[in-house]
């Protein structure tokens, strides 16, 4: 893992697999949401990061934990 950005509301994580491993998704971003819950509802967050992902709309979202998600990492 790599530390990618540290926020007001979330921490973000790079994460990637060694470059002879073949994945769909060889790189991931890890977000953690520590105090976002403490600001609005994280129930009503997710509903919209999950609708917004199914739509094409942003990255795709792989799993849902605890205090964050794990998206897929599109290279710009």
């Given amino acids: 893992m790599f530390s990618f950005s540290d926020g007001f509301v979330n921490k973000l994580l790079l994460g990637f697999l060694p ?3 073949e994945s769909q ?3 991931v971003v890890v977000r ?3 105090i ?3 600001y609005c509802n994280t129930t009503h967050v997710l509903v ?3 609708i917004v992902s199914e ?3 942003s ?3 792989l799993s849902v ?3 964050g998600v794990i998206t897929e990492y599109i290279d710009v």
């Fill in 19 to 21: 470059e002879n491993i």
């Fill in 25 to 27: 998704y060889c790189k």
């Fill in 32 to 34: 953690f949401q520590d």
């Fill in 36 to 38: 976002l819950e403490e």
């Fill in 48 to 50: 919209v990061a999950l």
């Fill in 55 to 57: 739509k094409g709309l």
């Fill in 59 to 61: 990255p795709k979202i």
């Fill in 65 to 67: 934990f605890d205090k």
